[in-house]
């Protein structure tokens, strides 16, 4: 005998779970390619004075594909906007944690500044809270920290940095914006000697904390 199915809590919760799990789905691989194809200059010289077109286009996406799921009800749609924002967030964060170049340049930092921005202004308008976005918040502040030494201090760190938890990524990064610092010295007589001696400084306390 055919055991009896209640339709409300049983096939419609069923269906609709497996509906979201391959929008998602559907909408991440989306993302990925869109990531996966941009031609990023991490030793670019002058930074950008506007979000780059590959940001915009991003959330033109992000909007386009929230307006195709306004039908849902709002619990649903809700989710996964929050899902497709976090998901930029983490592959924002994810271009600069795995950068491939040897150097990364104080424009690029600040470039990538703008284009974070341009992603937080979304997110806050929609009524969005993203963990990713503010840890990257946290890591390019801290890059273009004036006191950058301010990390080691646990009570500053704490309250203005306590999202970046990963030292080795950390620690990797610092010595390809140091590289960059360097090499700017020597090649263009200026620089940044200060800011390369913060980068020195906070290397060294970063290097001889134990992990």
Not at 31 to 59: C, G, H, V
Request: charged share 30%.
């Amino acid at each position: 005998k055919a055991q009896k199915v209640d339709l409300d809590t049983s096939i419609f919760d069923v269906l609709e779970a497996n509906a979201e799990q391959r929008m998602q789905e559907l909408v991440d691989k989306k993302i990925d390619a869109l990531f996966d194809d941009l031609p990023l200059d991490w030793n670019m010289s002058t930074p950008y004075k506007e979000p780059r077109t590959w940001i915009q286009e991003l959330f033109l996406f992000v909007q386009t594909t929230v307006g195709i799921l306004g039908a849902l009800r709002s619990e649903l749609h809700d989710n996964i906007h929050s899902r497709i924002l976090n998901k930029i967030g983490n592959n924002m964060k994810d271009m600069i944690y795995n950068v491939k170049e040897w150097r990364i340049s104080q424009a690029a930092v600040q470039t990538m500044d703008r284009d974070l921005y341009f992603a937080e202004d979304y997110a806050k308008r929609e009524g969005f809270r993203i963990q990713s976005l503010t840890e990257l918040r946290q890591l390019i502040n801290l890059l273009l920290a004036d006191n950058m030494e301010e990390f080691l201090d646990d009570r500053l760190r704490a309250s203005r940095y306590s999202m970046i938890t990963n030292k080795s990524k950390l620690v990797s990064i610092l010595e390809k914006y140091e590289a960059e610092t360097t090499l700017s010295r020597f090649a263009f007589g200026t620089i940044t000697s200060s800011r390369r001696k913060k980068v020195d400084v906070l290397l060294r306390g970063l290097n001889n904390r134990v992990s």
